[in-house]
């Protein structure tokens, strides 16, 4: 009688499997294997900052919050991780459906606050000249502007000032929500400006971005000057 035990591997390892190895439960647990270690640091910086002593508490203290802020950091970028691959095990994506721009970024509000206070950034909320209505799936959108926020935050200096609105805008077949990051944008260059402000993405939030607001009926357009980058997320009107 044999003592070796045949063990079956994963589904899709073979090579004439059509089932896909980078399964949503892979991602799953390859997101929960890193926050494993992520929280382990976390857990570190308090400890060693509340036995910091008061004369320390300074520099050392600023360096530990970091930490805090950089675990943060890759903490959203898993969970953006999670949501794409839910997104695109769905063929289909997400039917839009009429939203209300001005509304759902007044849900947001509190949350954006939040992401851009952990940076250390200032954000401004601009009001829309109409009411924004378009055509684009909720949640694909709410992910979209989050993941966007983060990046802008992400590349900009304590100094500098997030800013959010639809400029004024005399195209009638599709809204403009604009995140943009410093004071030398204009509506005009948000809105049009020359093929050499456009850029391609490059981060994995830009690119996320794209992804998720193509499916859902709307595009993202990224543009670039010396004093800071913009997105543009373009969506159908009704």
Known sequence: MSLTQEIAGPRGLAPDSADPILTTAMVKAFCHDCRTPLAVISEFASIVREELEPNETGDSAELLGLVHDRVWDVE????TLEFLKVELDDPAGRPPAEIDVAALIED????IETIAARWGIEVQFLGPPE???????AGSFREAVVALLNDLCRSASRRDTIRIGVPLDLDTLKLQLCLWRGEGWTPSELLGGTELMRVEPKTFRQRFAGIVLARAGGSLVIKQKDTGAAFVLQLSRP
Do not use: I, Q
């Open 108 to 111: 947001l509000r509190p949350n």
């Open 76 to 79: 959203t970028l898993l969970g």
């Open 131 to 137: 009411p924004p209505v378009c055509l684009c799936d």
